[in-house]
């Protein structure tokens, strides 16, 4: 049995991400173009025939942008939250193939999961400033997914998900002082500031996830306002306090696809040179020594 977990893309220019399994694959977001995502899925050696649903996280257009072209294409259940479902009737005006995705969106209700095929999906609700907005904890077996990006808070729900999932992907949008430095205005400062997590909140709650094997993976970063610098520079302060470094991380760029990871049995392999044995990870949890030695953990 191999499961397969990639990003592909993370960022206001564009989010979408697949969990590809035995009995099928679903799509997280679909704010990058139709081609692209094909493409990417071709190159994960996902088929776009496995697809069983596409879960929309809220109707931010860097989250669903291409749904209409790729909703026309693969006609599977789109699954969101009721908020996010009455969001999409603002594009019928623009693009009237939004009826269908509106027909064809299964809500999630909040905090009970739903069951669909092999999957359990649960919407975790975020703050942000789009109605409905959600952050999702996807089950497959027993292996546990959650993806929480677009908040302006960690809430215990989150934090619940995480400690219940090997894969996380967090958000670390922007770096505060590159924040305040930007020519941005002041209102739309006050605005990201309330509706996304910045490095040094993201950060401050590592200390609450659990240290069982997991991967975390960091993304929605700001363009102008973060850079993977910023951020590494934000876990190295926090790694140097710690005793040991206990996950398996990664930065997702805007720029490029993340890492394809897969479990194979017990052993997790992702597509770089390196390649991580869990049980291996679990014996010699990596020990923090100089600060190099952590960045190269950073492909
Ligand atoms: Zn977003
Ligand atoms: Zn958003």
Redesign the pocket.
Known sequence: MTIKFRIFASG?NGNSGILSTPDGALLIEAGISRKRLFHLMKDSGISPADLQGILI??Y?T??CRDLPIINEQLNVPIISSKGTREGFHKYQSYDSRWVSVINNTRTLPPRTPLEFGTFRIQSLPTV???LG?TAFYIKYRDIGFTLI??TGQILPHHLDAINNSMFSLLEMNHDIPALYRSQRSRSLKRRIRK??LDNGQTTSILSQIDQDNKVLLFGHLSGECNSPLHVKRELLEWGEEQEEFPWDCFICRRDSPGPLLMLSGNDMLHTSEQSLSLKSLKENRRILQPKKDLLSYFP
């Open positions: 206001s996280s809220h931010h860097d989250h942000h400033d789009a907005a990006t677009d509706t996304h």
